[in-house]
């Protein structure tokens, strides 16, 4: 069975600084990989896909990496501002079923 | 990527009533999933409802409980029966393959 780890679960920190957040999952065997943004109460957005044959893909200030062997991914968010705080939750993707972390909650404080 | 239109978005029910929840997703897609994400937990997938055949459903859950309906390419629903406090949760639905998936904005159910 998958387990998907987000470390850590949670953080603060203050406006400009960079974001790291860390997913780890322990069958290497995916096909694609995904990370959700999800604000309090909500449904989850789409931030990025990485598919299983890409190491990293990026989107504005998103930049999300992808390590199989190690089975790991990475998601930096570049400058912080307090609009991206919210719950970041990753989810290794395989046979259309997907396993999910518990998520990284941040708070970017102005 | 597909969007998808769910509400209610909360609701407050009475333990022993039941709540349906619709999904509308604004293009065809072959496999709908439901999920519950219970407070300070993550998702757990609930059943996979496809279009002309019954929900296949995840170990912990059962037709009875949350029977599933998904009449064409773009509808689903999804109730929940005989609620208890532990029914309590957010739900949410989703869409997609392989690709990539695209979540409805969820229910946040009360259950008193």
């Known amino acids: 069975k998958q387990e998907v780890t987000q470390i850590p679960a949670a953080l603060s920190v203050p406006e400009g600084e960079n974001l790291v957040l860390n997913c780890s999952f322990t069958?290497?065997?995916?096909?694609?990989l995904q990370w959700f943004r999800q604000d309090p109460g909500k449904g989850l957005t789409s931030l990025l896909l990485?598919?299983?044959?890409?190491r990293e893909q990026t989107s504005g200030r998103l930049n999300a990496s992808l390590d199989k062997s190690s089975g790991r991914s990475t998601l930096y968010i570049a400058a912080s501002q307090p609009g991206d705080s919210a719950t970041y939750l990753c989810a290794v993707i395989r046979n259309n079923r997907l396993a999910f972390g518990k998520g990284n909650q941040v708070v970017v404080i102005p | 990527s597909a969007v998808i239109s769910q509400k209610p978005s909360r609701d407050i029910c009475q333990r022993g009533t039941s709540l349906t929840i619709q999904c509308q997703v604004d293009?065809?897609?072959?496999?709908m999933f439901w999920y519950r994400q219970q407070p300070g937990q993550s998702l757990t997938l609930i059943a996979t409802?496809?279009?002309?055949?019954?929900?296949?459903?995840e170990s912990g859950f059962v037709i009875d409980k949350f029977p599933i309906s998904r009449p064409n390419l773009t509808f689903s629903t999804l109730t929940v029966s005989n609620m208890s406090p532990e029914d309590s949760s957010i739900y949410l639905c989703s869409a997609g393959q392989g690709h990539g998936y695209t979540f409805g904005s969820g229910t946040r159910l009360t259950v008193v």
């Open positions: 293009s065809q897609v072959t496999m």
């Open positions: 990485i598919q299983s044959s890409q």
């Open positions: 409802a496809n279009q002309g055949s019954e929900a296949t459903y």
């Open positions: 069958d290497s065997a995916i096909y694609n």
